[in-house]
C-alpha cells in the first residue's frame, strides 16, 4: 500500500469535490498521528500470536484497494474515547466541565464593539444549575460533532445536533458543503434498536448484501459489489427497498467460521444477540441511516476558522478532505491530524494572544419565564426529523426539498418565539 493509492481512494470517494492539498495532509500525516495514539494508550488490534511493533491487523472497508485501516476490534471510535478521556482526566493542566452545554460563543463584535471581530469565548449552560453561565478564553475550539440527528433514523448518538456548526454560523463563519450528509448502509433494522451500526468491516471480511430471498444484488450496482464507497451501497440498498416495497434488505456473512467472525466482531455479534440475532448463523435485517456531516465550519489546513481566536476539528468542520462523500474511517484520522494542527497553531501564537478577558457580560435571563409546556419542543423535534427522512433524504427531489423548506421557516418561527420567551434546557439549544 501506499500513500498516493490512500489519496487515490479518497478523491474517488468524495466525486471528484475534495481538496487536494486536505487530502495530501491528512493521508501523509496518518501514521504519526496513529503513532501519536498508540502513545497515549489505545490498543489497537495485533494479527493473532505476532506480539512485534509492526504486527497491527488492518481491515478493509468500502471505497479502499487495500487493507489499510487500523483498528480495535470492531469498536475502535469506543476505544480511542476510553484511552484519551482517561488520559485528560488524568492530567493536571485539564479541566473538564461535564454537563455543560455550550449555548452560544461570545463574540467582540456582539458585544458591540468596533475592533477586528473574535471569539472572546462562550455561554454554557449549566445543566445541574438551570443558570447559563460564561466562560472567556484565548481560544476556542468547536469539537461537537455533526448534525445526524436531525434525520429520523440515523446511527448517531442523541447530541449530534449540529451545535458547533450553528454557533459558529451566528458568529459570522462560513460553512460549506452541508448538503452532503453520509448515509451508513448497514444500520439493525429492529423495532428495539435505536442506532447499532453494523461495521463497513462486515462487509470488508466477506459479508453480502442480500434481498429478502436471498440474491445478492450489489454487483448490479457497482462492479465493486459490496466493498463500493457508502454513498453507492447507501443508494443501492434505498433503490431496492422502495423498487421491491422492502423494510429491510439483509447482510450475511454466515458463510464464514463463527470462531472468525466472533473473534473479529465481539461487540456487534454481543450486541446483536440481544436481539435474538446469532450473526454467525443468520443474516442480519439491515436499513441505511444518516451517518456523518461531510460539511461543517469551514477551516484552513491550521483548522482555523474565518473567526480569529476559533478553531474547529472533527465532523462539525469543513476541511475539504471528504467532498461529496467521506471514504471509511477517514474520520478518526482527521480528527488526530486536525486537532494537531488547531494545538499547534495555537501554541504558535500563544505569547503573541491578549489574555483571556474578564468581566465579559452575564447572560440576560430577566425577560423569560419557565416553559409552559414542553411539549411544544418534542413534538417539533418529531415533526423536523420525519419530514427531513421523507424529504431531505438519500434521493431528494426539488418538490420534496421545497415542501422541506417549507416546513422549516414555520419551525423556525414558532422556535424563535419559544426561545425568546422561555428559559433554555438542553433540549431547546439543540432542537434550536
Known amino acids: 500500500d501506499s500513500f498516493e493509492s490512500h489519496i487515490a481512494d479518497t478523491l474517488a470517494a468524495g466525486a471528484g469535490l475534495c481538496h487536494r492539498d486536505a487530502v495530501e495532509l491528512a493521508v501523509r500525516k496518518g501514521p504519526e498521528a496513529i503513532g501519536w495514539l498508540i502513545d497515549q494508550g489505545v490498543k489497537f488490534t495485533r494479527e493473532p500470536g505476532v506480539n512485534g511493533p509492526a504486527h497491527y491487523h488492518l481491515t478493509r472497508e468500502g471505497g479502499h484497494s487495500h487493507r489499510r485501516v487500523i483498528h480495535a476490534a470492531d469498536a475502535t471510535g469506543k476505544e480511542l474515547e476510553t484511552a484519551l478521556a482517561t488520559r485528560a482526566r488524568n492530567h493536571p493542566n485539564i479541566r473538564l466541565l461535564e454537563q455543560f452545554i455550550a449555548v452560544d460563543l461570545v463574540t467582540s463584535h456582539k458585544l458591540g464593539r468596533d475592533s477586528a471581530n473574535r471569539c472572546l469565548g ?78 463497513e468491516a462486515v462487509r470488508g471480511e466477506g459479508g453480502r448484501l442480500l434481498l429478502p430471498n436471498g440474491e445478492p444484488f450489489m454487483h448490479q450496482h457497482d462492479p465493486r459489489g459490496e466493498l463500493a464507497s457508502r454513498d453507492i451501497v447507501a443508494r443501492a440498498i434505498d433503490y431496492e427497498m422502495k423498487r421491491r416495497g422492502l423494510d429491510c434488505v439483509y447482510l450475511d456473512i454466515s458463510h464464514k467460521p463463527a470462531d472468525f467472525i466472533r473473534t473479529h466482531f465481539p461487540t456487534i455479534c454481543r450486541r446483536l444477540k440481544d436481539y435474538g440475532i446469532d450473526m454467525t448463523r443468520q443474516p442480519i435485517p439491515v436499513v441505511p441511516a444518516a451517518h456523518y456531516t461531510c460539511g461543517g465550519v469551514m477551516t484552513d489546513l491550521r483548522a482555523r476558522t474565518d473567526l480569529a481566536g ?89 418538490k420534496r426539498l421545497e415542501r422541506a423548506a417549507h416546513r422549516v421557516q414555520l419551525l423556525q418561527e414558532e422556535i424563535r418565539e419559544y426561545y425568546s420567551n422561555f428559559r433554555i434546557n438542553s433540549d431547546l439549544i439543540e432542537l434550536r
Open 122 to 199: 462562550a455561554y454554557v449552560l449549566n445543566k445541574a444549575t438551570g443558570h447559563v453561565e460564561v466562560i472567556s478564553a484565548r481560544f476556542v475550539v468547536l469539537a461537537t460533532g455533526g448534525a445526524s440527528k436531525v434525520y429520523l433514523y440515523t446511527t448517531n448518538p442523541d447530541t449530534s445536533t449540529g451545535d458547533g456548526i450553528a454557533m459558529a454560523w451566528r458568529a459570522g463563519c462560513r460553512v460549506a458543503d452541508m448538503e452532503f450528509m453520509q448515509f451508513h448502509p448497514t444500520c439493525l433494522y429492529h423495532p428495539q434498536a435505536r442506532t447499532l451500526l453494523i461495521s
Open 310 to 398: 476559533l478553531y474547529a476539528i472533527g465532523e462539525c468542520a469543513f476541511t475539504g478532505l471528504h467532498g461529496a462523500n467521506r471514504l471509511a474511517s477517514n474520520s478518526l484520522l482527521e480528527c488526530v491530524v486536525f486537532g494537531q494542527a488547531a494545538a499547534d497553531d495555537i501554541r504558535a501564537t500563544l505569547d503573541s494572544a491578549a489574555p483571556a478577558e474578564t468581566g465579559l457580560p452575564a447572560w440576560d435571563e430577566s425577560r423569560v419565564s419557565d416553559p409552559d409546556e414542553l411539549v411544544v419542543v418534542s413534538h417539533n423535534w418529531d415533526e423536523l426529523r420525519r419530514f427531513m427522512w421523507d424529504y431531505v433524504g438519500i434521493v431528494r427531489t426539488n
